[in-house]
Structures are given as C-alpha cells and as structure tokens.
T-cell receptor, first 115, second 117 residues
Framework: DSGVTQTPKHLITATGQRVTLRCSPRSGDLSVYWYQQSLDQGLQFLIQYYNGEERAKGNILERFSAQQFPDLHSELNLSSLELGDSALYFC??????????????FGPGTRLTVL | AQKITQTQPGMFVQEKEAVTLDCTYDTSDQSYGLFWYKQPSSGEMIFLIYQGSYDEQNATEGRYSLNFQKARKSANLVISASQLGDSAMYFCAIKMNYGGSQGNLIFGKGTKLSVKP
C-alpha cells in the first residue's frame, strides 16, 4: 500500500457525460500528479499540482481539468467524455515540487469505461 | 525531448533464476533520475528502485538491482531469484531535474515478465 488513495476504483459512464476522480496523497506529500494509461498511448503525464498550485501540464485535453484543495487532495474532472477517454487514471504523490530525486508513489488507479 | 526505450515487449524466466530487463534512455541533460515500477495484473503501480545520474554505485533494493551504464545511457533492472509473484509489467521511467520546479515521469512502453514454475 503506497498510502495514496483514489476513488472510485471503477467508473462506467456514457459518452458526453462528466465525471470526477478523486485522489488523496500520502501524508506529508505536497505534489500530486495525474497520469493516464491507455493501450495505445501507454502511460502519459497529464498535470501536476504542488501545494495547491498548478506546476506543470502535459498532454491534458481541454475537456479535462484538475485542482488541488487546501487539504492537498486533488480532483480530476473529465467532461464531454468520448470512447477514447476510456483508460486507467493514476494519481501519484511526492514530497517535493519536482527534481530528479523526488520519488512518486502511485495510487491504485481509477478505471474509467466510457460506453 | 527525453525518451525511454524498452525493447523487450515480453520475457519469460524460470522460477529462482535471475532476469535482466532492458532500458535505454535518451536525454541531453546531465541531471536526471531513473525509476523502475512494477504493475501486476491487479493494475497498481509499485515503485521498485531509483538511480540518480550522479550516483557512482548501482542502486540495489532487496532482490532488485540496477545495472547503470551512463555512457551507454542504459539502466537495466536485474531481478535475482525470480518468484511467481514477480510476473507483471515492468516500466522504466526518467525524470529530469528542472531546478525542482516540476518533475513528471516519462515512461517506456514496458516489459511483460512471466515467471514459469
């Protein structure tokens, strides 16, 4: 158990809908990262927050947004869902804002299925 | 741009034997970190081992060790005394040192390891 929690574990929804994925980082970690894992794209970085502020953006679609709250938990909002958004979404946390030595610990993931 | 290459889509190893999973990377930066993660069929991503670009010694963590060859830009994972529970996907990843301002991981496509009894 990494100490990172994600809810829900599974989510099934229809095209055009909006969903919210939730993540609580490890105790003491200030950074939260969101990654998407799909069969065709592999593991891709979406976005990073550090202590409530957006720090870095990756291949995140405009239909997707995220935020980190004062208690450091984070939510990833996915809207106007398409079939291609079906994937495993991971949250990871780390102590620092970045740096090559800062290990990221991953949550169990949320498996999103868009029908 | 940084890139990770894992050339072995799948590998088999006999239980109790050692196995090496290959990872090469491409970066022009001097300061970076290399990470290996394990993803069992249940889906979670488990951190295994870390190697810093300036570390002179190869990293070790229990049955996991890194064969780090900086000049060749390779960071191969060695698993000793394989166990059935080692059957999983293994991902190599690199993280740059942007002065501590950001630090997303860049992953390879992974290697699926199957341990035979």
């Amino acid at each position: 158990d990494s100490g990172v929690t994600q809810t829900p574990k599974h989510l099934i929804t229809a095209t055009g809908q909006r969903v919210t994925l939730r993540c609580s980082p490890r105790s003491g970690d200030l950074s939260v990262y969101w990654y998407q894992q799909s069969l065709d794209q592999g593991l891709q970085f979406l976005i990073q927050y550090y202590n409530g502020e957006e720090r870095a953006k990756g291949n995140i679609l405009e239909r997707f947004s995220a935020q980190q709250f004062p208690d450091l938990h984070s939510e990833l909002n996915l809207s106007s869902l398409e079939l291609g958004d079906s994937a495993l979404y991971f949250c990871a946390s780390s102590i620092q804002a970045g740096g090559s030595t800062d290990t990221q610990y991953f949550g169990p993931g949320t498996r999103l299925t868009v029908l | 741009a940084q890139k990770i290459t894992q050339t072995q889509p799948g590998m088999f190893v006999q239980e109790k034997e050692a196995v090496t999973l290959d990872c090469t990377y491409d970066t022009s930066d001097q300061s970076y970190g290399l990470f290996w993660y394990k993803q069992p069929s249940s889906g979670e991503m488990i951190f295994l081992i870390y190697q810093g670009s300036y570390d002179e010694q190869n990293a070790t963590e229990g049955r996991y060790s890194l064969n780090f060859q900086k000049a060749r830009k390779s960071a191969n994972l060695v698993i000793s005394a394989s166990q059935l529970g080692d059957s999983a996907m293994y991902f190599c990843a690199i993280k740059m040192n942007y002065g501590g301002s950001q630090g997303n991981l860049i992953f390879g496509k992974g290697t699926k390891l199957s341990v035979k009894p």
